[in-house]
Nanobody, 128 residues
């Protein structure tokens, strides 16, 4: 069992920046990829970004490319999501998720079903 805790959400004006963090604990020491998803009221949970265990591969939704950057911490059990040029459409609850299996796992990185564990989420609100 892997526990994930997100932090760093809050209220920011349009055009501003926020940095989200995800800390993972527990598990068997397997190499977990970490992903970020978001869910706005009345909408489905959608993929934002993901990073592999060693940080060598990153994936982004088209809507955030060039504005968001995902990375792993030196301790490898953490991930950050740097969000710049925020827009009102980015308002949502942001979730961190972990997936095991390493790069040999074939299911997609950009769907919720590709992840095994989830955090509780952190609210991001962008005011226009």
């Amino acid at each position: 069992q892997v526990e994930l805790v997100e932090s760093g959400g809050g209220l920011v004006r349009s055009g501003g920046s926020l940095r989200l963090s995800c800390a993972a604990s527990g598990g068997s020491g397997a190499n977990y990829g970490l992903g970020w998803f978001r869910q706005a009221p009345g909408k489905e949970r959608e993929f934002v970004a993901a990073v592999t265990w060693l940080g060598g591969n990153t994936y982004y939704a088209d809507s955030v490319k060039g504005r968001f950057t995902v990375s792993r911490g030196n301790a490898k059990n953490t991930a950050t999501l740097q969000m710049n040029s925020l827009e009102s459409e980015d308002t949502a609850v942001y979730f961190c998720a972990a997936r095991g299996g390493g790069l040999s796992r074939l299911d997609p990185w950009d769907v919720p079903g590709g992840y095994d564990f989830w955090g509780q989420g952190t609210q991001v609100t962008v005011s226009s």
